[in-house]
């Protein structure tokens, strides 16, 4: 330990068929860490938007419609809000603060260094429309 | 790719009129990124107080208000809790947890690397008092 | 300002006596920031789980029950979930986001720099087994 640091950044783009979807990330981020070359470090994995989520969680269907239905419960779509004029995506900017906007990622002997059951996902809550991820490895 | 670190630290300091207030500080951290030189890095925008959070979204005041409505809605400042005996503040230490903590920015050609819509805000639950929120650069 | 990069990572383990539970680990996360010798740079402080949390927040008893009544009242662990078929804690995977996943915290001439409030927790949401936080630094 103790080298020349490097770094490098990708952007992932995402276009979801669905307003609400989440999609699971974890070979993406895997190959952005490999292609570093980066032993040990941290890797950022943030979206560019406001309306959407990357979180670390299982990879089980059931668990992910009930983050939605209790989202849904909390903070409804259609409920009223001020930031509703020309858009109705607010309930989308408040789910993805509750959800925790980003991750942080440990690399360690040049792979990242998750759980067995920890799988990242992007969690798009007003999608259909174009949005990226940036993947901004740093370390030695 | 490759190079020596460097690393650079300012705290910014905040005394907010009202108890409960966003306040944008975009342009601060940009100016601690620029002075910083780091070309390509992470910048670490973090509260060292516990009713405050540090959290990326809209500029937009309606989108403002209703993330305040829904706490309070969800968890009244004014209710009933263990914590609030010398104290009324708990609701404020609850709340920041729900819209997080604190963001990790990346650092990409010597600026912030944001989406269109991304603005930092300091979101003061509990002001009327000095704070503090640390911004550490990281990179090289 | 502008040195060689090193890291260091250190696994801690947990085996909770209660399902739910709050353990301060601010001490154990302090000693490997001291034993890495970083002078300056960022510690990751993160579950290896996904129905665990680290927060940072304050140490007091009558807060975290705070906390744990309002997750409680807004998602109750025994609810009807989707997830809960071999399972009971999808309301643990919710509590986790909702209080946020991880932290990532601030290191100055050598030391962990937080405010004077700041504590850091391990929020065992479903324990009673064995479970790992990865500890890693890196700096100069």
Redesign the interface.
């Known amino acids: ?9 990708e952007y992932l783009t995402f276009d979801t068929e669905q307003k609400i979807q989440f999609v699971m990330i974890t070979d993406d981020v895997t190959k952005v860490v490999e292609d570093s070359r980066v032993k ?3 890797v ?1 994995v ?5 309306t959407a989520a990357v ?4 990879n ?4 992910h ?3 939605l239905r ?1 989202l849904e419960k ?2 409804p779509y259609n409920d009223k ?3 509703n ?1 020309a858009e109705d995506n ?1 309930a989308a ?2 789910w ?11 690399i ?1 002997n040049g792979k990242l ?6 799988q990242i996902f992007y969690c798009e809550f007003d999608g259909k429309r174009q949005k ?1 991820v ?1 993947v ?1 490895v ?3």
Chains 1, 2, 3 share one sequence.
């Open positions: 330990m103790g080298d020349i640091m490097k770094s490098s950044t040990d470090g941290l950022l943030t979206p560019m938007h406001i979180i670390v969680n299982d089980e269907d059931g668990l419609n009930d983050y209790v909390l903070v809000y001020e930031h004029v607010a900017h408040i993805r603060q509750f959800m925790g906007h980003q991750v942080v990622l440990p360690t260094d998750l759980g067995p059951w920890e990226k940036l901004k740093i370390g030695d």
